[in-house]
């Protein structure tokens, strides 16, 4: 498996898969976390058969241009990968209104950030 060049987390595109240490893939990347105002990398949000969940900074062990690899086996997953949102987030997380307020919220936050 070529996974290509080592890139930084800030390269990292949606879609990349995520793999796990002895191979096998467990999902595909939605979003990079990271402190904004300190640059700092503080995980990867993916998608996978069972939904959204989290992968903390330390349990990432390589991201390349096509494919990033965890620390932990796939037997081991359930324990390291963290379920994100909540229960009426998953019920109402494709209507319109909700995709407004998230635009909303992170014009807001650029906002703030560009201060």
Do not use: C
Not at 8 to 19: F, H
Not at 45 to 56: A, E, K, M, Q
């Amino acid at each position: 498996m070529d996974d290509g060049h080592a890139i930084s987390y800030q390269a990292l595109r949606r879609g990349t898969v995520v793999r796990s240490a002895d191979g096998v893939e467990l999902g595909k990347v939605r979003r990079v976390e990271e402190e904004a105002r300190a640059h700092i990398f503080d995980g990867i949000v993916i998608d996978t058969r069972d939904g959204r969940r989290f992968l903390d900074a330390p349990e990432v062990a390589h991201i390349a241009e096509r494919a990033v690899t965890t620390t932990f086996p796939a037997d081991e997953s359930d324990r390291y990968l963290t379920d994100v949102g909540s229960r009426v987030a998953k019920i109402a997380k494709n209507t319109s209104t909700a995709r407004r307020a998230k635009r909303f919220g992170r014009d807001l936050r650029s906002r703030w950030d560009r201060r």
